[in-house]
């Protein structure tokens, strides 16, 4: 069975930074479409950033500038570096193939507070 285990989270003061990691066990990530979630207290889960098989990348408006996601296919391992983080980053954080809506890890929690 695929499954994705997220790290790197914690608790970070507004403006910090932190590096989650996503490593994948049964599926070669280097071939598919990878994506980052989050999912707020109360709130539906969210795509935030994603990258293509090529390493072309996109993300929602509230990251832009702010967030980075890449991959390492040796290592098949995604990462998403945030920088400038704000309390409305809290969540959960999960990695995922782009469109599947099963296989989801435990997730890595991000607090970002004062």
């Known amino acids: 069975q695929v499954q994705f285990v997220e790290s790197g989270g914690g608790l970070v003061q507004p403006g910090g930074s932190l590096r989650l990691s996503c490593a994948a066990s049964?599926?070669?990530?280097?071939?598919?479409?990878m994506g980052w979630y989050r999912q707020a207290p109360g709130k539906q889960r969210e795509l935030v950033a994603s990258?293509?098989?090529?390493?072309?990348?996109t993300y929602v408006d509230s990251v832009r500038g702010r967030f980075t996601i890449s991959r390492d296919n040796v290592k098949n391992t995604v990462y998403l570096q945030m920088n400038s983080l704000k309390p409305e980053d809290t969540a959960v954080y999960y990695c995922?193939?782009?469109?599947?809506?099963?296989?989801w890890g435990q997730g890595t929690q991000v607090t970002v507070s004062s």
């Open positions: 049964k599926i070669f990530l280097s071939v598919y479409t």
């Open positions: 995922n193939v782009f469109g599947w809506t099963t296989n």
């Open positions: 990258i293509t098989s090529g390493g072309i990348t």
